[in-house]
């Protein structure tokens, strides 16, 4: 989730939905289609306030139950994402069945899944004591981002920082092999979860939280959440880092950085 204030860019009426994204969301390909890698969708005024208020008097550990959707994404890039969210925030991730990608998201016009929709899905999965509950796919997600209706996105998180869904479809981009790929994914995945614990974008180049200006590209120069802001807010806020850091990708090097 991101705070529902109106600095972001736009926002859009689905029913009960409120569609927010952030002018500064990641594009994947900014030049040409302009799709947006980080948006975000609010349940409403009520839950949104509820999402700022960290999650006082919860287990020791909270858990983030990963929720595999579809066949595609391998096994291995569920696995990384554990390991990228327990290299940074200290909670207990556990993997939920993998579920078939629910048809009621499809979205035929475009052969792609409405993100909303699926996390609709994944709100009515939520186990009882999940802090978190985070949908995986390979599969293209998009979601309506005004004048667009259908947007290809990366990620979409509940303002109620409950659920989110991140697809790996875009992470390929450019890509080196499949590892680089599976690192934006981790990355990508932190990042929004970090949103879900009410972090906003970051003007550190290479914190994970860092807005994507427009690629994904970008997140091969991030590394950490850096200790300026973003380590101390969520640390403000009730939200506990990792006792030990693994970070599970190289630092990127200076050239990349400053790109
Ligand atoms: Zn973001
Ligand atoms: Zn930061």
Redesign the pocket.
């Known amino acids: 989730m ?1 705070p529902a204030s109106p600095n972001v860019g736009a926002r859009a009426s689905q029913g009960r939905v409120a569609l927010t994204c ?1 002018n500064g ?2 594009a994947i390909e900014p030049h040409a289609s302009g799709i947006h ?2 948006q975000f969708l609010a349940l409403g005024a009520s839950l949104a306030a509820a999402a700022v208020a960290p999650d006082a008097g919860a287990e020791p550990t909270p858990i983030i139950y990963l929720a595999p959707l579809g066949d595609s994404l391998a096994e291995q890039d569920v696995d990384f994402v554990s390991r990228a969210l327990r290299a940074f925030y200290a909670v207990e991730v556990r993997k939920l069945q993998r579920s078939a990608l629910p048809a009621s998201a499809y979205y035929a016009k475009r052969k792609r899944y409405r993100a909303e929709r699926l996390l609709a899905f994944l709100s009515a999965r939520v186990p009882s004591d999940a802090q978190r509950i985070l949908g995986l796919t390979s599969a293209d997600i998009s979601t309506t981002k005004p004048p667009h209706q259908d947007w290809g996105i990366l990620g979409l998180a509940t303002l109620d920082g409950k659920s989110c869904v991140v697809s790996s479809f875009r992470c390929k981009r450019l890509a080196q092999s499949a590892e680089h790929a599976r690192i934006r994914y981790g990355k990508t995945c932190v ?2 979860i970090g ?1 879900t614990y009410g972090l906003p ?1 970051c003007r550190t180049t290479d914190c994970l ?1 860092h ?2 200006e427009g690629s994904v590209l970008t997140t091969d120069r991030e590394y950490d959440l850096c200790s300026a802001r973003c380590r101390p807010r969520l640390l403000r806020a009730g939200y506990p880092l990792s006792d030990s850091p693994d970070v599970p990708w190289p630092a990127p090097k200076a050239a990349e950085r400053g790109r």
């Open positions: 991101v952030r969301v990641r890698r980080r990042h929004e949103h974008h939280m807005d994507g």
